[in-house]
């Protein structure tokens, strides 16, 4: 049995009982919570408790919606490092910098995470047959873990997704499709084949689980940080699933006593110039997003023009007291080869971005040089072949070999 009592709209708080399949609010189309008896919780498990337990995000049973652990699709989700930055920390004048490092989650993304859990929960519910629009790594972990649990999966992504994400669908026996569109265009087709095709949609908060797997990147960083949470955190910024988790990883975990002090981290969602619906509305002091129509960056995982969750983002930022920032798509590549080759992170273009934004922040006084910042390394950098433009030179063996030039 699980501890959930309900699921609840997040946006007219109607409330729907758990132990059925949901996606988004059938009144007003909006995403769900997953509750749970937080005080009950309490009394099952101690934070000690959880030291003798696996390094997966399984430790967290209690406050994860799976009411069968037979049920559970798993290829190891292990708990990832939080590394020390220190060149990185030098370059930009601070003492520290942390990067929790999630590239080391199977198939080489913090989605895993998400689709551990819904299709855990699809499995648990007897569906068969799952569909996602993807910006890339979204669908490779939904095709994995489909393949893991030996169900069927579609999955559409627009064409100009990175070449490993299309490969990793199909090695994994996904029908995987591109679409001359963008991921919202992908999603209208994945809605249609709900009703002519008997998918679920495991889109982006169209279903309620991806959120409580992506919960576990703050329990897990809490535990890891002795329940003492950092003054900032920077995470890239989607369809916002990441940072919304988090933030009610951190609610959960003060409701019930969990963390050393009150005081919780400043939530930084880092967007590209190349697509920033999410700052552009935080700035106008919006709730909701306009879409962004020329979305068009490298970091293809923040490549979301619209995002259905934008006023869960948006409410999280602010109640954090943190701020929604860009920082210059063109300088993408050049942080990722810095934090590479200072500090041997191989970090996603996404997590470049938030590199930027740390430096623009630290300058403007927006975050002080010896606060705790951590910066989430969402995917690994190996994933994108297309946003590293390296030219090698070549040793020809024909000629004599060059050697004061090496
Ligand atoms: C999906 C993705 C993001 C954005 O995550 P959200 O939680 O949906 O905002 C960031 N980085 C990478 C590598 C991703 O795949």
New binding site residues.
Partial sequence: MSFVTHLECANCGDRYPAGEVHNLCTACGKPLWVRYDLDAVKQRVRKQDLAGRASTLWRFLELLPVSDPAHIVSLGETSTPILRAGRLAAHFGMAELFIKDESRLPTG???ARGMALAVTMANQFGLKKLAVPT????GGAMATYAARAGMRSWVFMPEDTPATNKKECHLAGARTYTVNGLIDDCGSIVARGEKEKGWFNVS?LKEPYRIEG?KTMGLELAEQLGWELPDVILY????????IGMWKAFGELEHMGWLSSSRRPRMIACQSTGCAPIVAAFQQGKRFAERCDNASTIAS??R?PSAVGDFMIIDAIRESGGVAMAAPEEDISTWMRLAASSDGIAI?P??AVCLGVLEQLLESGGIDRKEKVVVFN??AAQKYPEAVQERLPAIDLTKPIPWDEI
Avoid: D
């Fill in positions: 993304s913090f989605k910006a890339g790594n979204a982006t992506k890239p910024t989607g369809g916002g699933t990441g940072l995982g923040i979301v996603c996404e997590t969402t995917g």
